[in-house]
DNA sequence: ATGTAC
């Protein structure tokens, strides 16, 4: 974008002042080169958003965002619980697509002997790719008690631990879930997904630290270089793909009756005082809680399948947080409390030292922030600051963010190859999809550790430790 | 992201 229209509002930190039809600000988070990079739909649709009713404060830009649908993905967004709307488009299709990260206990060298034996066995062990069915067929009551009670649920099932719970955003439950406002289609299409990972960029790896950067936090964490952690990324299956596919077109058509002047129609969004926008937010909120049901499930197949092979691993939860959600949560707002919608798109919340929602071991030292790179690069633990209150409503980035569409990346790349290529570096790549990988090639990807420094700068998290994969499951 | 088109 042309960075003359910004004032520098601090380190990494750019104001765009309100003008045209926007009601407030936008601030964009990155360094000259990610400013310069942001293409002109991204800033149209911040924009965009920007313009929207009982929108409160800025609409917030993450180094990693690019266009989405309506929202720019590594957007955020606040909205007022009065006049304030809710928007399907704001949140995206894989409603709470996070990712969660556990400590093993062991070592690298632990898996020098075992490796590719371990790979085979966690490719056999969980299902992964577009339309695979999962290891839970969610008859009867179930779908409506999984909707309601996400990994709390899975949990009382007996796939899990008690104390994976705390470990959880939200504890594991979404609270105002209403499995009645998600239509029967999209609990049809989950009825055999649970406990799959999917595809795209979603994946399971076997990682280790490689680097410290904050010896405290880590510790606080549990992690030390040269652990063996295990990440998975994954969202909320064709479930959540449905929820967003029906209220789209039901809050673009309302929308006139709201007096709501879309400023484009993929933006789709409804006040939250309205019945359209209770639905949506319970719909949603049903949404989180299959996306956490479907991430325990996981662990669960996980941690079987290290028991066979490495008996001696202890899984324990670091932490599971969302990039795709819509949550209600107080902020001060020139010196006032207020209750605000947040809209984190591609976003990770981010939770300062001292926050009530956090439990206690993390209250010193500030939330966990798990961010996925791509496919054979580094993934992050970060932690929130108290300096993102005031700057990005909590929130930081999630991810590397792509630099071309998959349909280039298919034409650029060749899986195989890229396969071979990441053997070299000894990472391990289990997938059925060979084309799946060609779109994941990391150079489709931008440079994460570019979007981790200025996320720092920016003073919206601080990096804990960089986490390098060993292997890598794909959808 | 997605029963990669209804």
């Given amino acids: ?112 002997s075992c490796d590719v034996k371990l790979a085979d066995a966690l490719f056999k062990k969980i299902p992964a790719g577009t339309g695979v069915g999962g290891a839970i067929h969610l008859d009867g009551n179930l779908m409506d008690e999984m909707l309601s009670g996400g990994a709390a649920w899975v949990v009382g099932r007996k796939m899990g631990r008690p104390e994976d719970l705390g470990r959880i955003e939200g504890n594991g439950r979404n609270e105002f879930a209403a499995p009645s406002k998600v239509s029967a289609k999209a609990k049809q299409r989950m009825i055999n997904q649970l406990g799959s990972l999917g595809s795209g960029n979603h994946y399971l790896e076997v990682q280790y630290v490689e680097k410290i950067f904050d010896n405290e936090k880590a510790a606080g964490f549990g992690v030390e270089v040269d652990d063996v952690v295990v990440s998975i990324h994954c969202g909320s299956r064709g479930l959540g793909h449905q929820i967003a596919k029906d209220y789209l077109p039901l809050m673009v058509d309302a929308a006139p009756g709201f007096g709501i002047n879309l400023p484009s129609k993929d933006i789709a969004c409804a006040p939250i005082n309205s019945q359209l926008g209770k639905d949506y937010w319970g719909a949603m909120g049903a949404g989180i809680n299959c996306a956490l049901a479907n991430r325990q499930v ?102 590397a963010g792509r630099t071309m569409s998959r349909i280039k990346a298919r034409k650029c790349f060749k899986g195989k190859k890229v396969q071979k290529e990441l053997g070299r570096q000894g990472i391990i790549i289990r997938s059925g999809s060979i084309n799946g990988i060609a779109e994941e090639a990391p150079s489709a990807y931008k440079d994460i550790n570019g979007i981790i420094k200025s996320t720092e700068q920016a003073e919206i998290s601080k990096a804990v430790a960089r986490l390098r994969p060993l292997l890598c499951i794909k959808g």
């Fill in 298 to 399: 996981l662990t669960h197949l996980v941690r079987e399948c290290f028991a066979e092979i490495l008996p001696q691993a202890d899984l324990k939860l670091i932490y599971d947080v969302s990039h795709n959600t819509c949550q209600k949560e107080k902020f001060n707002i020139n010196g006032r409390t207020k209750t605000l919608y947040i809209h984190r798109k591609g976003a990770t919340r981010a939770l300062g030292p001292g926050h009530k929602e956090l439990p206690d071991e993390f209250k010193k030292i500030g939330q966990p922030v798990i961010i996925g790179g791509s496919m054979g690069t580094s993934s992050y633990i970060l932690a929130g600051t108290d300096e993102s209150a005031d700057l990005s409503f909590s929130s930081c980035c999630h991810g």
């Fill in 1 to 112: 974008m042309n960075i003359n229209l910004l004032n520098k509002s601090g380190p990494c930190r750019w104001t765009l002042k309100k003008n045209g039809s926007m009601n407030v600000d936008a601030v964009f988070f990155g360094d000259v080169n990610i400013i310069l990079q942001l293409d002109e739909t991204t800033v149209r649709q911040v924009r965009d958003v920007a313009s929207l009713p009982g929108v409160a404060g800025p609409v917030c830009v993450m180094p990693d965002a690019h266009s989405g649908y309506g929202f720019p993905i590594g957007g955020v967004a606040a909205f007022d619980v009065d006049h304030g709307v809710i928007s399907a488009g704001g949140v995206g299709f894989d409603i709470s697509c996070g990712v969660r990260t556990l400590t093993t206990g062991l070592k690298r060298q632990d898996l020098f």
